[in-house]
């Protein structure tokens, strides 16, 4: 096995994600500090962001298209836009930052 390089920026998204404050409401998602990010954890979270948000943005945008008199957009544009963002913005960052402390806190112990 060859061992996981520490980046510098690992730190500061390792740190932002030990923080139950930035978690808020999704804390439940948030693995121990050993465990793997995986795949459905980083599904589940950018789901439960992005939809709401997706969905408001698109109700806005509805009632400015409404005012303007153009075309409202189609409804789940932004939540699938926003959803599938969120994914790969935590895949890219925060997961592979928590899985490479991961990998070396099970080498540890």
Known sequence: MTPSPVFPSDHVFTEFCDRDSNWGPLLFLRPAQQERIGVARTVAGAVLLGLPFG??????????ARVLVRPAPALMEFPLLLTSGYWLVAQLTLARAWNRRAARLARWS
Do not use: G, P, V
């Open 55 to 64: 969905l408001l943005a698109t109700i806005l945008l509805t009632l400015c």
